[in-house]
């Protein structure tokens, strides 16, 4: 791949003009890591997976989801400034001409790009611009930033950033290194809040053996907090949930998930039937009947599926989640009628 880039590249460089342009991304984000961009403008972006940019504005608003509203995001679109003069050791080029959709108008960006955030502007209701500058792979100041950055709340921020670009190996280094410079036992809360969210990232990238070792460190540490007495909970971001806290509840119905992706139905039911038994909030409740009938649905286990789809949906606080279950149940019911009038005839 980063040999077809590099001759893409060259040809194109070849035929047009090197001056300044501008690709766009469009992407809904949560409002919180909305802000934690805004927080870090003038601080850098490394980009360790593949980027697919476009020159089409239309198709980023597309990507963004201008058109439509979603609890708690917002839509936003990176307008990403390039000095076409500069060469970069990595290889970047419009692959349109190679696309199966080339009215896309993309062109991709090989691993390990640097951006810098220039600005974060609100263009009108829930659609923002966030305006990135290419950074050159030599730049003394980026080399500096990266090594005088120690931090803590920094590498956060940024691991959820990145987690939300999704850049999920390069969120979880951040998370790493933030572990590393927090292990002192009066720091377990934020220890088990790491851990959560290098099993959220580790999920997105499809390590779940490495999301379930995370989870079960976070659960031990919650555990000990929970029976100390100090386990106040800290509102976090689970892999199929913005808005619940971490909780032995929590992190039990998230390793219900790594479970179910990984197939393992066994535990992935144990998972969310112990969840069940734990500390939890109302809302955390809903989320485990929901991810339990999700299980049983997948399993063509409908009428203990609809129960549990029913019990969320009393418990549901969440107009996202109560969406969700409603359409849940909208397909179980198309699926279970004809069933049941057959039943009755018989």
């Given at each position: 791949?980063?040999?077809?880039?590099?001759?893409?590249?060259?040809?194109?460089?070849?035929?047009?003009?090197?001056?300044?342009?501008?690709?766009?991304?469009?992407?809904?984000?949560?409002?919180?890591?909305?802000?934690?961009?805004?927080?870090?403008?003038?601080?850098?972006?490394?980009?360790?997976?593949?980027?697919?940019?476009?020159?089409?504005?239309?198709?980023?608003?597309?990507f963004a989801g201008v058109e439509t509203n979603r609890?708690?995001?917002?839509?936003?679109?990176?307008?990403?400034?390039?000095?076409?003069?500069?060469?970069?050791?990595?290889?970047?080029?419009?692959?349109?001409?190679?696309?199966?959709?080339?009215?896309?108008?993309?062109?991709?960006?090989?691993?390990?790009?640097?951006?810098?955030?220039?600005?974060?502007?609100?263009?009108?209701?829930?659609?923002?611009?966030?305006?990135?500058?290419?950074?050159?792979?030599?730049?003394?100041?980026?080399?500096?930033?990266?090594?005088?950055?120690?931090?803590?709340?920094?590498?956060?921020?940024?691991?959820?950033?990145?987690?939300?670009?999704?850049?999920?190996?390069?969120?979880?280094?951040?998370?790493?290194?933030?572990?590393?410079?927090?292990?002192?036992?009066?720091?377990?809360?934020?220890?088990?809040?790491?851990?959560?969210?290098?099993?959220?990232?580790?999920?997105?990238?499809?390590?779940?053996?490495?999301?379930?070792?995370?989870?079960?460190?976070?659960?031990?540490?919650?555990?000990?907090?929970?029976?100390?007495?100090?386990?106040?909970?800290?509102?976090?971001?689970?892999?199929?949930?913005?808005?619940?806290?971490?909780?032995?509840?929590?992190?039990?119905?998230?390793?219900?998930?790594?479970?179910?992706?990984?197939?393992?139905?066994?535990?992935?039911?144990?998972?969310?039937?112990?969840?069940?038994?734990?500390?939890?909030?109302?809302?955390d409740k809903a989320r485990v009947h929901y991810n339990?009938?999700?299980?049983?649905?997948?399993?063509?286990?409908?009428?203990?599926?609809?129960?549990?789809?029913?019990?969320?949906?009393?418990?549901?606080?969440?107009?996202?989640?109560?969406?969700?279950?409603?359409?849940?149940?909208?397909?179980?019911?198309?699926?279970?009628?004809?069933?049941?009038?057959?039943?009755?005839?018989?």
């Open positions: 791949m980063h040999q077809q880039l590099n001759n893409l590249r060259n040809e194109q460089r070849s035929k047009t003009n090197c001056s300044k342009n501008i690709l766009r991304r469009g992407k809904k984000l949560p409002t919180s890591v909305l802000q934690q961009l805004e927080d870090n403008k003038n601080k850098f972006i490394s980009m360790n997976g593949f980027l697919s940019t476009t020159k089409s504005n239309d198709v980023a608003k597309m609890a708690g995001y917002q839509s936003v679109l990176f307008e990403m400034h390039i000095d076409g003069a500069i060469n970069t050791k990595r290889p970047y080029a419009d692959i349109s001409r190679e696309s199966a959709i080339p009215d896309e108008e993309e062109v991709l960006f090989f691993m390990g790009f640097v951006w810098r955030i220039e600005a974060v502007d609100k263009l009108f209701d829930n659609t923002w611009k966030v305006k990135l500058q290419l950074s050159t792979d030599i730049n003394s100041n980026l080399t500096r930033s990266f090594n005088e950055l120690s931090d803590k709340c920094t590498y956060f921020t940024l691991g959820r950033i990145l987690h939300e670009l999704g850049e999920y190996k390069n969120a979880i280094s951040f998370y790493d290194r933030m572990l590393n410079i927090t292990s002192e036992l009066s720091e377990r809360k934020t220890c088990a809040d790491i851990h959560f969210h290098i099993a959220i990232s580790a999920f997105e990238d499809g390590s779940y053996t490495q999301a379930l070792d995370n989870l079960k460190k976070a659960e031990l540490l919650i555990e000990e907090l929970v029976q100390s007495g100090n386990g106040e909970s800290v509102e976090l971001r689970p892999i199929l949930a913005e808005d619940v806290h971490l909780s032995p509840m929590c992190i039990m119905m998230n390793k219900g998930l790594v479970y179910r992706k990984k197939r393992d139905y066994k535990n992935a039911k144990h998972s969310f039937s112990e969840a069940l038994k734990k500390q939890g909030s109302k809302n339990l009938g999700v299980l049983q649905f997948e399993l063509r286990i409908y009428d203990e599926a609809r129960n549990n789809y029913l019990k969320a949906l009393e418990l549901a606080e969440n107009q996202a989640l109560t969406s969700d279950i409603n359409q849940r149940l909208e397909t179980l019911n198309q699926i279970l009628s004809p069933n049941e009038t057959m039943k009755k005839k018989l």
